[in-house]
């Protein structure tokens, strides 16, 4: 009957299998077809299987519609897959009984719950249906078949008319199992909702995490769940192994991943005494084992007293870190000494050191703080040149104040853009559940409104963020200068730190070229350029380090001072969402005005709500809880960007 009564796929005996049982489709979906929505038949499945329908050679298609809108004819079988409600009510009416299974073993309540035909299975209940009839080969119900579709009204219209969402059909899945088997998520949220448990065994003891991290390659399934606080340690009945074993023996690599993240055991094993990095080695992973062991070793280290201490206190050590780095670089550059020899030596023992010293540093975190702290450490460096170097010249008092002001200010709105909470959005357990129930029945559980990462209703501007794994109001980007997400909140923060961090790089310019002209330039004309740019870098190769540290900081943080202002000003938009509309327009070969949109209100009062200009009351800047606006209608979902992977 092919994919309904098809022969049984997903299996249970093992973890070996891999995704190819889901990986290429969820089934026959409808779709348009001689002017009727074409429904789900085993003929036509079995036809042309998963090719679309602009694929399809126009000669396999139906010559005349006249036989398809002459529905008198039709049998309830087919007027239930295309939804002609008035020739099932004539065939009921002439004493069709719905509760009757056809020779395939299906009965009308599943052909109308495939085909998403609310009306039809509505009528049909009325008529004494029975919601959780079992039929076809893999002796599923109704909800079955509409899960395996993606069909989120009929599932929630099965529901409410009292389908069992714990039953299992032929194959042992129970109604979660086969949402996360078909990544089907917005199914998934709704039935954790109507609580369905996370960790609901299947008939073989496989909870759905198993599932995920047996059977679909991805990260995505696996951490939806585990963010739903599915358990890690779960072990299925037969061979008793857990989520991580399934995921090794699958060659899950990125569900691997993220169940190592979420803390799941490296020393539980199954049934037959393995673990799984003796499955690792069974499936020869070379990348599997090489995670396994680096995380084991990680895992082992950090026991330490000392390792706790250092991811305790990552940002100050890093810092310290970093400042210490470069301060040894230019002292031993700056040495007074004519024997670059010596200094080579000890540039090569600072690099031993330091590899030395963080070796013991967890990889990822190093990593991900390194731009922050390295920023912090140049701006220290900065500070301490200009009072060491050159204040001792005497500027002018004009000059002393104006640094002092950019010094102060740049370090004020770089604390603000790190501590202030950029808008992450946040619900209670219940409020995540009621936000479910509520979207889902108002049809609007779609990705534009719903984020099923962190199982909320997304407010209008709303980006889910990957690195910090939430969803932030009005996101513009996460930045690794302060090693957090830029949004609503601390958008204004970062763009004057961006501003005051441009200033303070001019001033060392200015600095270095008043130092170098008063102590460095040769007496003698004859020297050339050459001979001036050797003098500059015997005088201080301090000076030139800063000036190389002050020039690299310049170009980033102008070309980012620059685009924000250009985005603000004449667009409106935030970074995510100009990239998202201009990916939009690209992947469907469009031309899109970037101006026109919602958001921009015009240069002037662009200019006054960002930077909240009052001026005595001359300016009224629009004061927006973003956090809290919520789209009323579909038009609202045009200028919503897209996550951002």
């Known amino acids: 009957m092919g994919w309904i009564k098809g022969s049984k796929s997903h299996t249970h005996d093992s973890c070996h299998h891999g995704h190819s049982d889901h990986s290429h489709s969820h089934g026959p979906r409808a779709a348009a077809f001689g002017g009727m929505d074409l429904p789900v038949v085993p003929a036509f499945h079995e036809q042309f299987g998963n090719i679309a329908d602009d694929t399809m050679d126009l000669s396999q298609q139906p010559k005349k519609r006249s036989h398809l809108d002459d529905s008198s004819t039709w049998d309830i079988v087919k007027a239930s897959q295309f939804g002609n409600l008035d020739r099932c009510k004539e065939l009921v009416e002439a004493g069709y009984d719905v509760r009757q299974l056809d020779k395939e073993n299906v009965s009308v309540l599943h052909w109308a719950a495939i085909n998403n035909r609310l009306e039809l299975v509505k009528y049909y209940i009325s008529k004494g249906a029975i919601v959780d009839q079992l039929g076809g080969d893999l002796n599923s119900t109704p909800l079955h078949w509409a899960i395996r579709q993606g069909h989120l009204p009929m599932v929630i219209q099965l529901i409410r008319y009292g389908a069992d969402s714990s039953i299992a059909d032929g194959e ?23 609580g369905q448990e996370v960790d609901g065994p299947d008939c073989n003891g496989q909870s759905p995490l198993m599932l995920a991290a047996q059977k679909i390659i991805g990260p995505e399934p696996t951490s939806f769940l585990i963010k739903n606080n599915a358990s890690v340690s779960a072990m299925d009945k037969v061979n008793r192994n857990t989520p991580l074993h399934c995921a090794v023996l699958a060659g899950n690599v990125d569900a691997a991943g993220v169940l190592l993240r979420a803390g799941a055991s490296l020393d539980l094993q199954n049934a037959n005494g393995h673990t799984p990095l003796d499955l690792a080695h069974q499936v020869h992973s070379p990348l599997l084992i090489y995670m396994l062991n680096q995380v084991q070793q990680e895992r082992s280290r950090a026991n330490s007293r000392c390792l706790k201490i250092v991811v305790k206190y990552r940002v100050a050590l890093q810092f310290l870190m970093s400042t210490a780095i470069f301060g040894c670089l230019g002292a031993i550059l700056d040495m007074n000494t004519d024997s670059w020899l010596l200094k080579g ?16 540093f967890p990889s990822e975190v190093f990593h991900s703080l390194l731009p922050s702290t390295g920023l912090m450490s140049s701006i220290f460096w900065m500070l301490v040149t200009w009072c060491l170097w050159f204040l001792p010249d005497g500027h002018s008092v004009t000059v002393q104040v104006l640094f002092t002001f950019n010094a102060t200010a740049l370090l004020y709105y770089y604390l603000r853009a790190c501590r202030t909470d950029p808008g992450f959005v946040k619900a209670t357990e219940e409020e995540k559940k009621m936000n479910v129930l509520v979207l889902a029945e108002a049809g609007c559980l779609d990705p534009s409104i719903f984020c099923t990462s962190c199982m909320i209703k997304k407010p209008v501007r709303a980006s889910h963020c990957q690195r910090c794994d939430a969803c932030v109001a009005k996101q513009d980007h996460h930045s690794v200068w302060t090693n957090t997400c830029i949004g609503a909140r601390n958008h204004l923060y970062f763009v004057l730190f961006v501003f005051f961090l441009l200033l303070m790089t001019m001033w060392m310019f200015y600095g270095c070229l008043v130092y170098w002209s008063t102590h460095c330039v040769p007496r003698t004309e004859n020297q050339g350029l050459l001979g001036v740019a050797f003098a500059v870098v015997d005088c201080s190769p301090w000076l030139l380090c800063i000036l190389l540290l002050a020039l690299y900081h310049a170009c980033w943080s102008s070309f980012i001072l620059v685009l924000q202002i250009y985005q603000i000003a004449f667009l409106g938009l935030t970074t995510a969402e100009r990239m998202s509309l201009l990916m939009h327009a690209k992947k469907h070969g469009q031309s899109l005005s970037l101006s026109q949109n919602p958001y921009n209100l015009g240069v002037v009062r662009n200019l006054v709500s960002f930077f909240k200009l009052r001026c005595c009351g001359l300016f009224k800047p629009a004061v927006i809880d973003w956090t809290q606006q919520f789209a009323q209608g579909h038009d609202q979902r045009l200028f919503r960007p897209t996550d951002m992977v």
């Open 345 to 360: 030596i000890l540039l090569v023992c600072v690099v031993c050191a330091v590899s030395l010293a963080t070796r013991n």
């Open 172 to 194: 042992g899945y129970r109604a979660l199992h086969l949402a996360i088997l078909f990544q089907h998520m917005a199914i998934a949220a709704y039935l954790m909702a109507k």
